[in-house]
């Protein structure tokens, strides 16, 4: 449970600090990614679900 915890507040920081060093960057992202199919969308979430699943596999072992 700690290592869960641990990794959602990595998430935040990263995800914070990507929004407070490039807050116009996010902002042009956020809008491009209102403009995209849904499925396009879903695919991306679930590569990076995927990678993610993949990575943590291979770290923890």
């Known amino acids: 449970m700690s290592d ?35 499925n396009l969308v879903r695919f991306a979430g679930l590569c990076s679900v995927a990678i993610g699943v993949i990575a943590v596999w291979m770290i923890r072992g």
Do not use: D, S
């Not at 959602?8 to 914070?16: H, N, Q, R, T």
């Open 4 to 38: 869960l915890l641990t990794g959602l507040a990595m998430v935040l920081v990263i995800e914070g600090a990507v929004f407070a060093l490039f807050p116009g960057r996010m902002r042009n992202l956020l809008e491009t990614l209102l403009t995209m199919p849904e």
